[in-house]
């Protein structure tokens, strides 16, 4: 069974652009949930997509957004880099919404913003 | 709002000596409670959770943790550690109704001597 996949596992792009970073779940999962990790404010939720919906966002500014297609993939955007946004980025699918479906991390999108 | 506190951020064992890393949450009621570690530039792999029940619970590589509810501890342990164990590990509490993210502490970093 296919794990979590995120595309691309590298990015650098430049202060003001934007960036789309992608999710596939494990097959069957239903839920995609979005952390950005980072040295100094760890590991912090930005969203989760349940059949395509928002289901739950975190405390981050409008310029995060995510979006889930019909086959549970998801997409994460950021618009108008800031260097603060040098992070690993972790998707996590879940069978269903909520914590005792438990979840599976995929490996990450670093993301270096210059 | 739920939260946890991992108090120690770097820990140094020796080759076969035991382990044990401390986890504290701050929850209502009874939460659900994770132990993941993570490899340099890996996602977080699950080694062990906690739901309900037997208050000791068994995970995999010989890890095993102790939801202690008077304390609101969720501790992890190993009776000898082995190199490959060197890594970050993360506890993680989620609630266990409604839609629910998973609250990560600050990680611990695991140092490995031989």
């Known amino acids: 069974k296919a794990g979590v996949t995120q595309t691309p596992r590298y990015l650098i792009k430049t202060r003001g652009q934007q960036v789309t970073l992608s999710c596939s779940p494990i097959?069957?999962?239903?839920?995609v949930s979005w952390y950005q990790q980072t040295p100094g404010q760890g590991l912090q939720f930005l969203f989760e997509?349940?059949?395509?919906?928002?289901?739950n966002k975190g405390n981050f500014p409008g310029r995060f957004s995510g979006r889930q297609f019909s086959n549970s993939r998801s997409e994460m955007n950021v618009s108008t880099l800031e260097l603060g946004d040098s992070a690993l980025y972790l998707c996590?699918?879940?069978?269903?919404?909520?914590?005792?479906?438990?979840?599976?991390f995929g490996s990450g999108t670093r993301l270096t913003v210059v | 709002a739920q939260s946890v506190t991992q108090p120690d951020i770097h820990i140094t064992v020796s080759e076969g000596a035991s382990l044990e890393l401390r986890c504290n949450y701050s929850?209502?009621?009874?939460?659900?409670l994770f132990w993941y570690v993570q490899s340099p530039g890996q996602g977080l792999q699950l080694l062990l959770k906690?739901?309900?029940?037997?208050?000791l619970v068994q995970g995999i590589k010989g890890f095993e943790a102790e939801f202690k509810r008077s304390q609101s501890s969720f501790n992890l342990r190993k009776p000898s550690v082995h190199w490959s164990d060197a890594a970050e590990y993360f506890c993680?509490?989620?609630?266990?109704?409604?839609?629910?993210?998973?609250?990560f502490g600050k990680g611990t970093m695991l140092l490995v001597s031989p």
């Open positions: 996590a699918s879940s069978l269903e919404t909520g914590a005792n479906y438990g979840y599976t």
């Open positions: 097959s069957g999962h239903r839920s």
């Open positions: 997509y349940f059949s395509e919906t928002q289901r």
């Open positions: 929850y209502g009621a009874t939460p659900y």
């Open positions: 906690y739901f309900s029940g037997d208050t």
């Open positions: 993680a509490v989620g609630a266990q109704t409604g839609y629910s993210t998973l609250t």
